[in-house]
């Protein structure tokens, strides 16, 4: 049966070689990819068949199942370790329970729905839909746990990227100046969503006065007239930290080392510039620093080569 152990091995490693990436991308990514329930029975049966096939003399098949077999061991234990990737997402918000008044809903749907439209046909991996919903989420629970508006710090957490529409699809968008920084186009297309958008008149002055300052400076960690804008930059650092954060920032990066580095150094800075106990608790509680630790290590012992004289 000699052709048939060597057809069965040679698929055998093609299968493996498939899953390479997988393992690749999970470990650097610190995401599991792979569901429980399809790994689980999955490294059952390839072990099942490797009894079968030691039984009938097929050695090599027997060696190559059972290694396949091993690499979806170790997928399942990239996803027991990291998770689907959004474990710390699902920890905070868990926590959030808040009620708004009616009115307050009105304002959260037309802002909610307005980024929607925005981002439906420009998506962006890193600072788009996904991402503002997230930081609106923190900011909502930064808020509440502070004492704070929470339906402004919310707002502007759904609202504080919106200029980078404008940045990555400047086609869209010919009145605008893409040389300047997204806050800045952030702040000009919130004050033209303000003058021409009937659906804002809901906003009070005071409101909108508020929401143009949050956005203009969320880069900005002296800018405090607000407590909706320091809260808004805290929740907008937890979600460039952790596991989501390190897919983000290799999403951004795109394997430029000197943009990683960079990248890297800032996150650390954001560390010590957390404004709020509930944003610096948040942190220290899921360790959310960690996931860029092992990626710089990862990267500077990448860059150790030998020395001659």
């Known amino acids: 049966m000699l052709w048939q152990d060597l057809?069965?091995?040679?698929?055998?490693?093609?299968?493996?070689?498939?899953?390479?990436?997988?393992?690749?991308h999970g470990y650097t990514q610190k995401k599991g990819h792979m569901h429980h329930a399809t790994s689980i029975p999955t490294v059952l049966g390839?072990?099942?068949?490797?009894?079968?096939?030691?039984?009938?003399?097929?050695?090599?098949?027997?060696?190559?199942?059972?290694?396949?077999?091993?690499m979806w061991v170790l997928l399942l234990l990239q996803?027991?370790?990291?998770?689907?990737?959004?474990?710390?997402?699902?920890?905070?918000?868990?926590?959030?329970?808040?009620?708004?008044?009616?009115?307050?809903?009105?304002?959260?749907e037309a802002v909610q729905s307005k980024v929607q439209e925005l981002f439906a046909t420009r998506t962006d991996k890193v600072h788009g839909f996904d991402h503002a919903e997230r930081v609106a989420g923190y900011a909502a629970l930064i808020a509440s746990q502070e004492g704070s508006d929470v339906l402004m710090a919310t707002l502007a957490g759904w609202l504080h990227d919106i200029g980078r529409a404008v940045e990555e699809h400047p086609e869209d968008f010919p009145t605008f100046d893409t040389k300047k920084t997204h806050h800045e186009l952030s702040y000009e297309l919130l004050q033209k969503w303000?003058?021409?958008?009937?659906?804002?008149?809901?906003?009070?002055d005071e409101e909108k006065i508020e929401l143009l300052y949050d956005l203009r400076y969320h880069w900005n960690d002296e800018a405090d007239d607000y407590a909706s804008a320091y809260i808004l930059r805290d929740?907008?650092?937890?979600?460039?930290?952790?596991d989501i954060g390190l897919q983000r920032h290799h999403a951004h990066t795109k394997g430029n080392l000197k943009k990683a580095y960079m990248a890297l150094r800032l996150r650390y800075e954001w560390l010590y510039h957390f404004k709020t106990d509930t944003a610096k608790r948040i942190n220290e509680d899921l360790d959310l620093i960690r996931p860029f630790q092992e990626e710089r290590t990862r990267l500077l012992k990448k860059e150790i080569t030998s020395v001659e004289l």
Do not use: W
Not at 51 to 64: E, N
Not at 235 to 242: P, T, V, Y
């Open 7 to 24: 057809t069965i091995t040679i698929v055998s490693i093609v299968l493996s070689l498939a899953m390479l990436p997988q393992l690749y």
């Open 46 to 70: 390839l072990y099942v068949l490797c009894f079968v096939y030691f039984s009938l003399g097929l050695l090599f098949s027997t060696i190559v199942t059972f290694l396949t077999g091993t």
């Open 79 to 108: 996803r027991v370790r990291y998770g689907d990737g959004v474990s710390c997402t699902k920890k905070v918000h868990s926590k959030v329970d808040i009620s708004f008044s009616k009115e307050e809903q009105q304002k959260l």
């Open 194 to 204: 303000f003058r021409e958008d009937e659906q804002f008149s809901i906003l009070t």
């Open 235 to 242: 929740a907008d650092k937890i979600d460039g930290l952790g």
